[in-house]
């Protein structure tokens, strides 16, 4: 009938019942062994095993539930073990589809296999359940098979009808054939071939098929379901039966975020994610928390409904990613980063390839129809990968976040959304995001990348859009500056504009850091430090540029007439001790310290209550990131965009000191920002940049001073039990070699201590970086943070010991780096032929740090 197989084929069975398609597995395996080839069964299904007893095959048995990759690297790894010319069975793939809750998956599954096989000379069969699913599977598999037949069961015999045959051809071939005794005879009269095909219900077009697939079945026939609950035909108790089933098909499959899910989340509340969701898969970390932190705040307290901004996100399904990366021949060079010794391999093509790739029609339908419901309102693209923002796994800025604008004609709008798409799903290919994972041991875990479309919370002033406050918000304050502050009351970290200058870590200015139980305390000491240190710049997004931007404060207000500026900037007392107060303009005479905001509303404390009640649902710490706006009426609404784990550790347990340190001993002592646990731990190595040395480089030898820490701190330690201290002038991580020094937080990841010293000129401080992703990746290493200001009392540090008397070992340890040995000092303790060690006694609650040398022994 085939005209015989060819080495290569694919064969898929479509069926409807898996009888159908064993009755031609018997001949296959008796065909193989009677050749002595070598016969694989691929055992994943939970029907009857295929093989029938008297047949020898190897048989390795697959578990579906880890997850897509997992699942799939098991296949190619046996296949390419079976060698060339081997004869495949695989149980029935339908079997996929429903455990991934996904036919998208199934499609880029069997898109990525069959070439494989064909490329191997191999033979394989498969079988599928016939209407069953959309296009989305149908379609990926009848356009990569070689051969695709239909199996029919009509009084007591089976019928095949080709559907696809390759590089064959007979002028019968694509007819109805009856299987009798041992041939395959073609059905010539109408009336049989009538009676057989219409014996099952026939799938429908595609343009049907494609809404209805095992994903939308099941939702739509929970929708079903949540109707007759509202009409009160079935009781509320019936949601149980689906409600769970759904929540691993779109929200999680870890389980704690499901334990949190199924208390507080409804079904009728996962109906309201499938209505705006684009593709299939998961939503991700980020949706996930957006979600269960309004559900848990709607829970606790009703009048969260009036107080929150109400969201009409739209999710895009960790699916559409995949299907992304298979059709733009991008999945071969992630493969790669499951593997640590080649995971930035690579990573650059993955890259091009990812930016300048297409997306499906069907795809690019959904996105313009979201743009044609936002209009032209502003929206932001956020990453929401199924890890991140999970227990455990942040990702703080790992993954690009994007805003745009969405100015323009419609097409325009469109191309710039597919634009930010790309760049983000780019960024799971970054070194950052990379290093990130192979640190953290999660390079082999199935990793997709959904993402959340949000309209940008804030209003329209002239050409500039933005939200008049945003901020992170964390249920407990490491950062204990004064013994007024009760840690577990929690802080925030407030900016007036868009949050981006609350979760980077600005460079050039500086954010409003607010302990919830003492709100109006600062850590300034005067009214010229509150001046000095309060927030100058505005993130915004231009209109007219289509574009974010930064503007001055007082150019944001000028264009903002009907903006409540009191509320959030106070007059400027020096400014008007000099002048008229009538001569100087709103902007220019004022300092944004939302002293009025946190001294004469009820904000801080609703942000107190919704972090602790966060808090409480969640069992842990909560890292919120939210905006707020004032109504007319003196209301606001709070936009809270994102709630995750926080990971933090406490006070930890604090040594008392020595009675007396002999200053000779005395590294340093710190009294100000220490953010960590308090410990009291030795120091093997000191990593000191000397801030003399380094004020005299030019900002490309600072960069170049910056690479030779990364690779100091990435020097062997085969146990990983080396614990450093780094210290250096300004402020780490900056992108401002001025400001300080410019490495990237996975250069220096395995440090212990970090120590910024004001110290580059008079008018540098460390900017305490709470909720930025700098802090976060602080918490989640359990690094100890200090900055020392040389100008205030009870802060020193022995710069005769470390830049005079101390060996430095950075020419022995990295010869490459000699160059820089008069800026970069390296001492390991015990110091060369002593045996002084170095202990560092940290007091989180009394915000001290004391580093002293101590006899060995």
């Known amino acids: ?151 029919y069961q009509h009084k007591g015999g089976l019928y095949v009808h080709p559907i696809k045959v390759q590089h064959r051809y007979s002028p019968s071939m694509y007819t109805l054939h009856a299987w009798f005794e041992r041939q395959f005879l073609p059905v010539t009269d109408s009336a049989t071939i009538t009676e057989v095909l219409s014996s099952t219900p026939w799938a429908g077009l595609d343009s049907v098929r494609a809404r209805l697939g095992v994903w939308n079945r099941a939702f739509t026939q929970a929708a079903e379901l949540w109707e007759a609950i509202q009409r009160g035909q079935e009781p509320p108790e019936a949601a149980d039966s689906v409600l769970p089933m759904l929540l691993r098909m779109a929200v999680s499959r870890d389980e704690r975020v499901l334990q949190l899910a199924q208390r507080y989340l409804s079904l009728g509340d996962v109906l309201a994610i499938w209505g705006r969701m684009i593709g299939t898969g998961l939503i991700g970390g980020k949706s996930v928390g957006m979600l269960l932190a309004r559900a848990i705040l709607r829970n606790a307290d009703r009048r969260w409904e009036s107080l929150l901004e109400v969201h009409d996100s739209f999710f895009i399904g960790s699916d559409v990613f995949y299907t992304y990366l298979v059709q733009n021949g991008c999945w071969w060079l992630r493969q790669r980063q499951q ?80 634009s930010a798409v790309r760049s983000i799903y780019a960024s799971t290919m970054s070194e950052r995001a990379l290093r990130y994972r192979a640190q953290r041991r999660l390079l082999d875990r199935d990793e997709q990348m959904s993402l959340l479309v949000q309209r940008v919370s804030g209003s329209r002033h002239g050409t500039l859009f933005y939200p008049q406050i945003a901020g992170v918000g964390l249920s407990y304050n490491p950062y204990v500056w004064s013994p007024e502050i009760q840690p577990e009351a929690g802080m925030l970290r407030l900016v007036f504009g868009l949050g981006t200058r609350a979760v980077d870590r600005a460079d050039d200015d500086y954010t409003r850091v607010v302990a919830l139980n003492a709100p109006d305390r600062r850590p300034e000491a005067d009214w010229s430090e509150v001046r000095q240190y309060s927030q100058r710049k505005v993130d915004v997004i231009d209109l007219e540029a289509n574009q974010t931007a930064c503007r001055e404060f007082p150019e944001v207000v000028a264009q903002s007439p009907t903006l409540p500026v009191e509320i959030f900037a106070s007059e400027d007392r020096d400014l008007f001790d000099g002048q008229a107060g009538d001569s100087v303009q709103a902007g220019v005479s004022r300092v944004l310290t939302f002293q009025t905001l946190l001294t004469q509303t009820q904000f801080p404390h609703d942000m107190r209550q919704m972090l602790q009640t966060l808090q409480a649902a969640y069992g842990c710490p909560v890292d919120t990131e939210f905006t707020a706006n004032f109504l007319p009426g003196n209301r606001y609404k709070i936009n809270l965009v994102q709630c995750r784990p926080l990971q933090v550790s406490g006070h930890g ?205």
């Open 339 to 418: 593997n640590p010794q080649t995971f930035l391999d690579g990573v650059e093509e993955a890259r091009r390839r990812i930016i300048l790739g297409t997306f499906p029609e069907s795809v690019q339908r959904d996105f313009s129809d979201m743009l044609a419901y936002f209009g032209q309102s502003p929206i932001i693209v956020r990453s929401s990968s199924l890890l991140e923002d999970n227990f455990g796994n942040a990702f703080a800025g790992k993954y690009e976040s994007v805003f745009c604008a969405n100015q323009g004609p419609h097409q325009k709008r469109l191309d710039d959304f597919m």
């Open 653 to 857: 347990t604090a040594t008392e000191l020595p009675e007396s340190i002999d200053p000779q001993d005395l590294m340093l002592e710190s009294r100000g920002a220490v953010i960590g646990h308090s410990r009291f731990e030795p120091v093997d190595r000191v990593v000191y940049v000397v801030p003399s040395a380094y004020a005299q480089l030019a900002d490309a030898d600072r960069y170049a001073v910056a690479r030779t820490i990364g690779q100091v701190l990435h020097l062997e330690d085969p146990d990983r039990s080396r614990r450093v201290l780094l210290i250096g002038p300004g402020r780490w991580g900056t992108t401002t070699p001025s400001l300080g020094v410019p490495v990237s937080f996975a250069e220096i990841n395995t440090i212990s201590f970090l120590c910024e010293i004001v110290a580059i000129t008079g008018e540098v401080i460390p900017d305490v970086s709470l909720g930025t992703h700098f802090f976060n990746d602080l918490v989640e290493m359990d690094i100890l943070y200090m900055a020392l200001f040389p100008s205030r009392k009870g802060n020193t540090w022995n710069r005769r010991f470390l830049e005079d008397e101390s060996p430095n070992r950075l020419a022995e340890l990295l010869p490459a780096g000699k160059r820089w040995a008069h800026v970069i000092r390296v001492i390991d303790f015990p110091v060369a032929q002593t045996t002084r060690r170095m202990m560092l006694n940290a007091n989180a609650f009394r915000q001290r740090v004391v580093c002293y040398a101590t006899p060995g022994g």
């Open 1 to 151: 009938m085939l005209k015989g197989l060819i080495p290569g084929d694919n064969v898929v069975w479509q069926f409807s019942q898996i009888e159908q398609y064993a009755a031609f597995v018997g001949p296959f395996c008796a065909f193989a062994n009677a050749r002595g080839r070598r016969l694989v069964y691929f055992r994943f299904a939970d029907h009857a095993p295929l093989l029938p007893p008297d047949c020898s095959a190897e048989t390795h048995q697959l578990d579906v539930h880890g997850g897509f990759e997992q699942f799939i690297a098991q296949v190619h790894r046996i296949i390419g073990e079976a060698g060339r010319g081997a004869y495949l069975l695989f149980d029935s793939l339908s079997t996929l589809a429903v455990d991934w809750c996904s036919d998208r998956m199934l499609g880029n599954f069997f898109m990525l296999t069959c070439p494989y096989i064909l490329d191997q000379e191999s033979i394989a069969y498969f079988g599928l359940e016939r209407g069953l699913h959309s296009a989305h599977a149908t379609a990926a598999i009848t356009d990569t098979t070689q051969i695709l037949i239909d199996v």
